[in-house]
């Protein structure tokens, strides 16, 4: 990884892509100290002490919430509004074709996006501002405009900056400043352990465990991420005029992870919000049932969060690599795959073959993200918050990041390759 960042540093324009992408992280990072006016900081601090689902929504947003800055709703609502489309592209015919058709079609499906993304984040900056009560000591019409105008125009901007860090930068943006607000958290988690330390709470062997099971953790991602099956294709030879094309043998590569990060993001978001609209009405009973049954962190909510994660890792699996397509253009190219029949046949067969991955790659993820939830038990290291589903995001991403660079280094260096 090292080698490939100073590698990646003596090439002008990917010395350009990665200093921009770092000074929108920083610009993501002095937001996030940038407060709502009118909020008592102090109520919210609070409220992250006696509630294990916002405080990891604080992880999640990189300390914002905590400060209740503008940026306090982090990339949510995007990322729900993203769902949404995604799922409403199966349903609604003209989304679908929208999406056949190329750079074109995504770019419309982007930009409703973008509408869905301000709707819904004004949705919610009015439920936060209803629910926080005496966080907000000086209620009335211009703190509410001002207040839901903060709130969305932060998630905006998110939003934003997180499509030019994907233009012109290097990785994909909004997963990008998910990981700067994770890894932002790391010197609060470990002040956090210390002070444990120094109360006597926990030992020293707990910490050790805590760091045995983070490096086997690390350890099966990375595994996991970059596993894959490697389907054997053979092309028959083609005789044109006075040349032969083909009769090569080569692979399809699926891997086990085909989805990545996304279903984990996905399915968090999805279960963040009813419940975080829950905690804004204490007094309701039907609320206060809910959050004791479905609160973050209790058995039915890990049960359902496990279940979306998988569906999720299906869904995408599904979007991203089409069975049919790849058998229609092997056939189309003279391949085959040794020992099943080009056509619907092999179609069938990579479908089997990426559902059983699916299936695998999903209950790791699972796993994975409910890990927190144990890790609590056998440590005695209470609020965990930097657990599975982090370090699952952030070496997903690094991974993720580290391939484009070495794809655009590889670019720019065949003609090296070529001469070897």
Same mark, same amino acid.
């Given at each position: 990884?090292?080698?490939?960042?100073?590698?990646?540093?003596?090439?002008?324009?990917?010395?350009?892509?990665?200093?921009? $992408?770092?000074?929108?992280?920083?610009?993501?990072?002095?937001?996030? /100290?940038?407060?709502?006016?009118?909020?008592?900081?102090?109520?919210?601090?609070?409220?992250?002490?006696?509630?294990?689902?916002?405080?990891?929504?604080?992880?999640?947003?990189?300390?914002?919430?905590?400060?209740?800055?503008?940026?306090?709703?982090?990339? =949510?609502?995007?990322?729900?509004?993203?769902?949404?489309?995604?799922?409403? =592209?199966?349903?609604?015919?003209?989304?679908?074709?929208?999406? #056949?058709?190329?750079?074109?079609?995504?770019?419309?499906?982007?930009?409703? $996006?973008?509408?869905?993304?301000?709707?819904?984040?004004?949705?919610?900056?009015?439920?936060?501002?209803?629910?926080?009560?005496? %966080?907000?000591?000086?209620?009335?019409?211009?703190?509410?405009?001002?207040?839901?105008?903060?709130?969305? %125009?932060?998630?905006?901007?998110?939003?934003?900056?997180?499509?030019?860090?994907?233009?012109?930068?290097?990785?994909? @943006?909004?997963?990008?400043?998910?990981?700067?607000?994770?890894?932002?958290?790391?010197?609060?988690?470990?002040?956090?352990?210390?002070?444990?330390?120094?109360?006597?709470?926990?030992?020293?062997?707990?910490?050790?465990?805590?760091?045995?099971?983070?490096?086997?953790?690390?350890?099966?991602?990375?595994?996991?991420?970059?596993?894959?099956?490697?389907?054997?294709?053979?092309?028959?030879?083609?005789?044109?005029?006075?040349?032969?094309?083909?009769?090569?043998?080569? /692979?399809?590569?699926?891997?086990?992870?085909?989805?990545?990060?996304?279903?984990?993001?996905?399915?968090?978001?999805?279960?963040?919000?009813?419940?975080?609209?829950?905690?804004?009405?204490?007094?309701?009973?039907?609320?206060?049932?809910?959050?004791?049954?479905?609160?973050? @962190?209790?058995?039915?909510? $890990?049960?359902?969060?496990?279940?979306?994660?998988?569906?999720?890792?299906?869904?995408?699996?599904?979007?991203?690599?089409?069975?049919?397509?790849? %058998?229609?253009?092997?056939? #189309?190219?003279?391949?085959?795959?040794?020992?099943?029949?080009?056509?619907?046949?092999?179609?069938?067969?990579?479908?089997?073959?990426?559902?059983?991955? %699916?299936?695998?790659?999903?209950?790791?993820?699972?796993?994975?993200?409910?890990?927190?939830?144990?890790?609590?038990?056998?440590?005695?290291?209470?609020?965990?918050?930097?657990?599975?589903?982090?370090?699952?995001?952030?070496?997903?991403?690094?991974?993720?990041?580290?391939?484009?660079?070495?794809?655009?280094?590889?670019?720019? /260096?065949?003609?090296?390759?070529?001469?070897?």
């Amino acid at each position: 990884m090292l080698s490939t960042l100073s590698n990646a540093l003596r090439i002008g324009e990917l010395r350009k892509k990665l200093l921009y $992408t770092l000074m929108m992280l920083f610009v993501f990072r002095l937001g996030v /100290h940038v407060p709502v006016p009118g909020i008592d900081v102090a109520a919210i601090r609070k409220l992250l002490e006696s509630q294990a689902f916002v405080a990891f929504f604080d992880v999640i947003s990189g300390g914002a919430f905590k400060n209740f800055s503008i940026f306090a709703m982090s990339i =949510t609502p995007y990322i729900n509004a993203s769902i949404i489309m995604q799922l409403l =592209t199966v349903v609604i015919p003209t989304l679908e074709q929208w999406a #056949k058709e190329g750079i074109e079609g995504r770019k419309r499906i982007v930009e409703f $996006t973008r509408y869905l993304t301000v709707v819904l984040a004004f949705i919610q900056a009015t439920g936060i501002y209803f629910g926080l009560g005496a %966080a907000i000591p000086n209620k009335g019409i211009v703190t509410y405009i001002v207040f839901v105008t903060s709130l969305t %125009a932060g998630t905006a901007f998110l939003m934003w900056l997180g499509e030019q860090i994907t233009e012109k930068g290097i990785g994909n @943006g909004i997963s990008l400043l998910i990981f700067a607000g994770i890894v932002s958290r790391i010197p609060s988690a470990l002040a956090n352990i210390q002070k444990l330390l120094a109360a006597g709470s926990i030992n020293v062997l707990n910490v050790l465990l805590l760091v045995v099971i983070g490096a086997l953790v690390i350890a099966g991602i990375v595994f996991i991420q970059e596993g894959q099956r490697r389907v054997p294709v053979q092309y028959a030879k083609r005789v044109v005029g006075r040349k032969v094309y083909g009769g090569q043998s080569t /692979h399809i590569p699926i891997k086990v992870n085909q989805a990545g990060v996304i279903p984990v993001i996905f399915a968090s978001s999805l279960l963040m919000f009813p419940v975080q609209i829950a905690q804004y009405f204490p007094t309701n009973r039907f609320a206060q049932w809910f959050i004791q049954w479905f609160g973050w @962190g209790s058995f039915l909510n $890990t049960i359902f969060f496990a279940l979306l994660i998988i569906a999720f890792t299906f869904f995408y699996t599904a979007i991203t690599f089409n069975p049919v397509d790849v %058998a229609d253009n092997m056939k #189309k190219y003279g391949g085959f795959i040794p020992g099943i029949r080009p056509g619907r046949p092999t179609a069938e067969f990579l479908n089997r073959i990426m559902m059983r991955l %699916a299936l695998a790659g999903g209950v790791f993820l699972a796993l994975i993200s409910i890990l927190p939830n144990f890790m609590m038990a056998i440590t005695k290291i209470q609020n965990v918050y930097f657990g599975g589903t982090a370090l699952l995001i952030v070496i997903g991403v690094a991974l993720d990041t580290m391939k484009q660079m070495e794809a655009q280094m590889l670019m720019r /260096h065949y003609q090296g390759f070529m001469r070897g």
